[in-house]
């Protein structure tokens, strides 16, 4: 395959991504991508984010906002995998119960998602985490008195409780699979629950990690129950992917593993009850 991206940045003005065989011009955070699928105009305040990792601003940041506004973050990660959103700074207008200037962070796709935080006087001590592969972000301020803003990077987290029922769902080894390797030092860890009486079937779309005979480097173990006690299913590598799984109970735990050398393509599969 034919790296586009590695001649002139593929003509992206902003950021190239190759993908096996074709490639993908994305914008910085603030700006959308052109008609022409290769320049990056200015957008307005509503932001739709799906890079893996990432930065996020308030605008005119660290100049200070002017005026009233109101800008959202729609961030979503691969499915399976959490977002991680870490903030540098906030300084805004603060009042008691941050009722004015602020910046809100939901677990979901919107405002009417579960908020995760409320924050105005300063960054919260540590990462705000979603419980799922979208989180909402956002920021208003009235106006009155000038701040600097915030900023904050996002990243994606591995590993959490997945629910499995009768609608067909996709896992990833990794967010960027299909872009990019799987990252060295991965330890990820997914429990599929379905509903009690029911069991979880794992099919493999593909499945590409360091082969080794002793399956000591990389690998993904499968255990049929919701912690490393329960009965081992199977470790597996390359070559593959398995054959489809089925747990005998109502639980599956994934658990992918990779060390700091070799990196190959990962996983991707389908789950069900």
Known sequence: DMDECSANNGGCQHDCLNSWGSYECRCRSGFVLHDNMHDCKEAGCEHRVRAALGTIRSPDWPGGHRGRKECTWSIRTAAGHRVSLTFAAVDVAADEDCASDHVAVHDGADASAPLLGRFCASAPPGAVLSSGSAMFVRFVADGSVQKKGFE??????????????????????????????????????????????YGVELIFQAFEVEEEADCGYDFLELFDGADGTAPPIGRYWSP??????????????????????????GFHLRYTS
């Open 152 to 197: 904050a990077t996002h990243s994606s987290v591995c590993g959490g409780h997945l629910r499995a029922g009768l609608a067909t769902q996709e896992l990833f080894s990794h967010a960027q699979f299909g872009d990019a390797p799987y990252p060295g030092g991965s330890d990820c860890r997914w429990v599929l629950l379905a509903e009690e009486g």
């Open 240 to 265: 593959g992917p398995p054959e489809p799984l089925y747990s005998a109970g109502d639980a599956v735990l994934l658990h992918f593993h990779s060390d700091d050398t070799i990196n190959k393509k």
